[in-house]
């Protein structure tokens, strides 16, 4: 386990979909040229926060992931522009099924919130990734199909449902106006394809059932 942290900003767009709703074609999104081959991801993921919900009140998650090219330790801060992540690599003595965040993660959160924290929920998730690219091969943005299993460890509740995710890469337009339109694109993608706006902002919200 490092004390260093990776960060970036998360901008994106999550879809409710049915379990046999069809993929969008998105080499129709404007600005881009090629859709990757598909890749698959088997995600586990556990979340934890304090008794009295202090991650939460101030807009924060907190979770042990594995699987996928970010494994790790994060914590996602919800913020108008988007998401601000952190991520520390998974040390060799990490507990899968009672995570204890190390110091360097708790540091990182002693403005609002101090140990113990404990695991809320359980999400594990069926990923297939694309990679959405412009003519020179600059990442426009990464689109996934998900299928999610989640437990809410509390209350002992189990759902399943599909989600797509559409996220902004580096290579996607750099202004608020061309972003909008981007996603107005996509938005219409997925509506001719069957899909609507995430009625949840997160998949620890739809699992906790908020």
């Known amino acids: 386990m490092t004390a260093d942290a990776e960060h970036s900003l998360e901008i994106e767009r999550k879809y409710d979909v049915d379990d046999t709703t069809p993929l969008p074609d998105w080499s129709a999104l404007p600005g881009v040229a090629a859709v990757d081959a598909a890749e698959a991801r088997a995600l586990d993921a556990r979340y934890l926060d304090t008794a009295d919900g202090a991650l939460a009140a101030s807009l924060t998650a907190l979770r042990r992931r594995t699987g996928g090219p970010d494994e790790g330790w994060h914590i996602k801060r919800s913020t108008p522009e988007g998401k601000h992540e952190s991520r520390w690599a998974l040390g060799a003595a990490d507990d899968d099924e009672a995570p204890v965040p190390p110091d360097a993660v708790v540091a990182a959160l002693a403005h609002v919130a101090a140990p113990p924290f404990d695991v809320l929920a359980r999400i594990r998730n069926a990923r297939t ?30 759902t399943s449902w599909r989600e797509w995710e559409l996220e902004l890469g580096p290579a996607a ?12 694109a996509a938005d219409e993608l997925v509506a001719s394809a069957g899909g609507r706006p995430a009625a949840s902002g ?8 908020r």
């Open 129 to 158: 990734a694309y990679a959405l690219r412009d003519a020179a091969g600059g990442l426009v943005a990464e689109f996934v199909d998900d299928r999610v299993t989640a437990t809410d460890v509390r209350r002992g509740v189990e």
């Open 173 to 184: 337009p750099a202004d608020d106006a061309s972003r909008a339109a981007l996603f107005a």
């Open 202 to 209: 997160s998949k620890l919200a739809r699992a906790l059932g």
